[in-house]
């Protein structure tokens, strides 16, 4: 299953593509037992839709899909600020801190696919800071839904020095004990992206039209 996932994220196979169980399986060299139950699982995943009769594709995101995952991210994420404050841990603050001081760098030197890559890597810290191993799959599963249809790695929805600002505000607050503070300027961060991928999903589907 992890070969047919990384296929997808990495755009080996793309939204919408048919995924055949018998031309899967004879190119990773396996039956098509194994692939079939991949391919169940992936579904459960969001990145495989299965049709009756037509078998299974990559899951294709409408921007409907692209904003109701940021609506529940944002809801996801200010609770994981909220668990992660609620521990007070030194420590987590600290990765938090160092790693907007990286973004910092990164927006600096002018390397906008690094800032990118780090910008991720913040909210992923976030979510598995908070210790929350349902909040933690619900998270990667959603991430890995918009990583079908969208590099996050290396691409930027913000500008640069917009981005270290934004994440800087929110560590500012968890530092400073504020947690409604952090957890809204948390969540209008993530809404203003998605706002932003969905209008650009929306312009791109009117153009094709």
């Known amino acids: 299953m992890s070969a047919i996932r990384q296929a997808i994220l990495r755009g080996d196979l793309i939204p919408g593509q048919r995924l055949v169980e018998s031309d899967i399986a004879a190119q990773m060299g396996m039956s098509r037992a194994p692939v079939r139950e ?6 459960t995943e969001g990145l ?14 409408s921007a409907t899909d692209l904003w109701e ?13 909220r668990i992660v404050m609620e521990k007070a841990s030194a420590g987590t603050l600290a990765q938090l801190r160092q790693a907007v001081g990286d973004m910092a760098a990164a927006a600096r030197e002018g390397d906008l696919a690094r800032l990118a890559a780090l910008d991720m890597s913040f909210h992923e810290m976030l979510c598995r800071a908070a210790g929350h191993s349902r909040l933690l799959d619900i998270w990667l599963s959603m991430t890995a839904q918009i990583r079908t249809f969208i590099d996050l790695t290396n691409t930027l929805y ?14 500012e607050h968890m530092e400073g004990g504020h947690a409604g503070e952090a957890e809204r300027a948390l969540a209008r961060h993530i809404l203003e992206v998605g706002e932003r991928i969905c209008r650009g999903q929306n312009e791109t589907s009117d153009v094709s039209g």
Request: charged share 20%; proline share 4%.
């Open 158 to 171: 913000l500008p640069a020095g917009e981005v270290v600002r934004l994440h800087t505000e929110v560590v």
């Open 38 to 43: 991949a391919l169940r699982q992936l579904e």
């Open 69 to 81: 995952i940021y609506t529940l991210r944002a809801a996801l994420e200010s609770l994981a600020v």
């Open 48 to 61: 495989v839709v299965s049709e009756p009769h037509r078998g299974s594709f990559v899951a294709e995101l």
